[in-house]
């Protein structure tokens, strides 16, 4: 019994040593999740991937008012009754406090576009997908464009109320030590290249959520961002082959609609003979 408050501090040591160590980063590829396999679209048109835009620093939240900051701090877990310590980050691969992870290497310009890359080519949707860095250099039928909104992170270090001193025991026999919740808000649109119109939009607000245990899943914290883009881009995919005929449809029926007054006017043409020949026939 003497040994146990040493042993609590030794595994609270050792669980926040190993957040202190740990480096991710956004692995698409081997993100949880499906990229469907779809139908080519008719025409074979191609696709040039534009670097995503970042806009998180534009985007305005409604639904907190303190979301535009990072806030909290994983030291209020040291206050007694307080069930845990917390974390908010806006952009959380610039700050290394997670709850049990130190740093989250993201390039949200060049990660979103290759994820969105990698989805477009194994759809089969277009007969070619391209990174596009410039749009007047490329001459796909279309280019694609990601718009990044949002990806809050909000990291829960739970303490019971007992504090860092007293957890450890908790964690040790199985209950959960941390709560890693993120955001993905991220739209997607298709330009028509040679018109610059976006003919097509997609709009995804994603959220999800995990626990840590001593025992699993430490390290873990920013795993969710890659999942939530797959899921994004597929419901989008699918999307797009599902309402592309109604896109291209206004482009197909222009040229029938140009055609239509001259093959209107050719029995006008045939009649004119016959009425001039009338007063012949009279005489």
């Given amino acids: 019994m003497k040994n146990l408050p040493i042993l609590a501090v030794a595994v609270c040591a050792a669980v926040l040593a190993a957040g202190c160590s ?8 081997a993100a949880y999740g499906a990229m469907p396999v779809l139908t080519p679209l008719p025409g074979d048109p191609s696709v040039g991937v534009l670097p995503a835009q ?22 209020l877990g040291m206050i007694p009754f307080m069930p845990f310590g917390w974390r908010t980050m806006r952009h959380p691969e610039q700050s290394g ?15 979103l ?29 279309y280019l694609w464009r990601t718009v990044l909104r949002d990806s809050r992170y909000r990291g829960f270090l739970i303490t019971y109320g007992i504090t860092y001193i007293g957890a450890p025991f908790l964690w040790l026999i199985g209950f959960p030590d941390g709560v890693s919740s ?4 991220v739209d997607f649109e298709l330009v028509e290249r040679a018109s610059g119109r976006v003919v097509w939009t997609f709009r ?9 245990w001593m025992y699993a899943r430490i390290g873990a914290d920013a795993d969710l961002y890659a999942r939530m883009m797959k899921y994004a881009l597929a419901r989008s995919l699918t999307d797009l082959a599902n309402k592309y005929p109604s896109i291209i449809a206004p482009a197909q029926a222009a040229p029938a609609q140009e ?9 006008a043409q045939e009649a004119a003979p016959a009425q001039a020949a009338a007063p012949a026939a009279a005489n």
């Fill in 204 to 212: 995804n607000d994603l959220d999800d959520s995990l626990w840590h």
């Fill in 97 to 111: 406090e997670f709850a049990t992870l130190s740093q989250f290497d993201f390039n949200p310009s060049e990660d």
């Fill in 113 to 141: 576009a290759e994820a969105a890359a990698l989805s477009l080519k194994k759809s089969r949707l277009f007969s070619r997908v391209e990174r596009v860095r410039d749009p007047r250099t490329s001459r796909c039928t």
């Fill in 54 to 75: 970042d806009n998180r620093d534009a985007a305005t939240y409604a639904d907190d008012d303190n979301a535009n900051e990072s806030l909290g701090s994983y030291y």
């Fill in 22 to 29: 740990n480096t991710s980063r956004f692995n698409y590829s």
């Fill in 182 to 185: 993120s955001r993905l808000d």
């Fill in 259 to 267: 055609s239509a007054p001259a093959q209107e006017s050719a029995p």
